[in-house]
């Protein structure tokens, strides 16, 4: 029998004959790697494109998103559990393959795609696809990824995307080993990747009490942004909420994401979100020069777009994003 090496991502999983990788939807079928998954979403939604979160990234307007089931990483706090550390025969799927997947978008009103609530990375050839079809059709894509990937695969995708929000976990080894089942200098490498292309890249930060809230490691991960990714990269500290194998642990306090937000902006970054808080200084842009207000947020629902040409409509400053 011959196995196969995975290298799609970090793990480089060896599978032996029917095999699966960590994922649970790569295998070894005949000693040729095989997806499981290809044109089977278990979860198509239509969301404002500001649940991804993408602030910087055509605000108001509605996304199509879809997922298939599986994961490459474990994280013991994931709120998609059900379905990103489900095999994909015990989701509910669809048939929805890319050619059918654009139009599809367009019927529901959405201007662009996201790969999204599992991780794009594990369904790599039907996002990529999808992606390339979309471009062809003057539709835009939309990674929504822990970004745990090898850089081959993830430059040869990078052409057909348009913007990402990548969550960075934590900011140590140790969480990501512990909390993840990964590592943290992948994502790193990912995000100096991305950051280099014409694409918008943002950043979540879910912030789990107890394990990645110390405040010395978020000014580390702030700081690494501003010096290695720039200054304008939009950062989203995200309340944690009960879920999977920490469901007895507490909300993030609004305190602590309070805190991490004026650490972010110590270092320099110009563009910080809380997710999951009602806190309107923290859903809104502002213009980092003037400080006028250039789109107002309700939650999800964006209540006005100030900017013109992509700038700030009282002093001109141009400021980073697609809008």
């Given at each position: 029998m011959t196995a196969v090496e995975c290298r799609l991502c970090p793990h480089r999983c060896v599978l032996a004959?029917?095999?699966?990788?960590?994922?649970?939807?790569?295998w070894n079928r005949n000693g040729e790697l095989k997806s499981l998954v290809y044109g089977r979403p278990c979860a198509?939604?239509?969301?404002?494109?500001?649940?991804?979160?993408?602030?910087h990234f055509r605000p108001g307007s509605?996304?199509?998103?879809?997922?298939?089931?599986g994961c490459n990483l474990r994280c013991k706090y994931c709120q998609n559990w059900s379905i990103s550390q489900a095999d994909p025969e015990t989701t509910r799927n669809e048939i929805l393959l890319p050619e059918d997947?654009?139009?599809?978008?367009?019927?529901?009103?959405?201007?662009?795609?996201?790969?999204?609530?599992?991780?794009?990375?594990?369904?790599?050839?039907?996002?990529?696809?999808?992606?390339?079809?979309?471009?062809?059709?003057?539709?835009?894509?939309?990674?929504?990824?822990a970004g745990y990937i090898e850089e081959k695969p993830l430059r040869e995708l990078l052409p057909h995307v348009d913007g990402a929000n990548v969550d960075l976990k934590g900011f140590s080894d140790e969480f990501y080993r512990e909390m993840c089942g990964g590592?943290?200098?992948?994502?790193l490498r990912t995000?100096?990747?991305?950051?280099?292309?014409?694409?918008v890249l943002e950043i979540t930060n879910l912030v789990v009490p107890g394990h990645n809230d110390d405040p010395k490691e978020i000014r580390e991960m702030c700081r690494w942004i501003a010096q290695n990714l720039g200054t304008e990269i939009p950062l989203h500290f995200s309340r944690f909420h009960p879920h999977n194998q920490l469901q007895r642990l507490p909300p993030t306090p609004a305190s602590t994401l309070l805190d991490a937000a004026k650490?972010?902006?110590?270092?320099?970054?110009?563009?910080?979100?809380?997710?999951?808080?009602?806190?309107a200084t923290y859903e809104n842009t502002y213009c980092p020069k003037c400080g006028a207000l250039l789109v107002e947020r309700v939650g999800f629902r964006v209540r006005q777009v100030k900017l013109q040409n992509g700038r700030?409509?009282?002093?001109?400053?141009?400021?980073?994003?697609?809008?």
């Open positions: 004959e029917n095999e699966r990788g960590k994922c649970r939807v790569r198509v939604h239509v969301d404002p494109v500001e649940k991804k979160p993408m602030f509605r996304i199509f998103s879809i997922a298939t089931a997947l654009i139009p599809t978008a367009r019927a529901n009103g959405c201007v662009s795609i996201a790969y999204t609530y599992t991780d794009p990375i594990i369904y790599y050839e039907y996002a990529f696809d999808s992606c390339v079809l979309a471009h062809r059709q003057g539709m835009e894509n939309v990674l929504v990824t590592r943290l200098k992948p994502v995000l100096e990747i991305m950051a280099k292309t014409d694409m650490i972010a902006q110590s270092e320099g970054l110009k563009h910080v979100y809380l997710g999951n808080l009602r806190d700030c409509p009282k002093c001109s400053t141009s400021i980073y994003g697609r809008w």
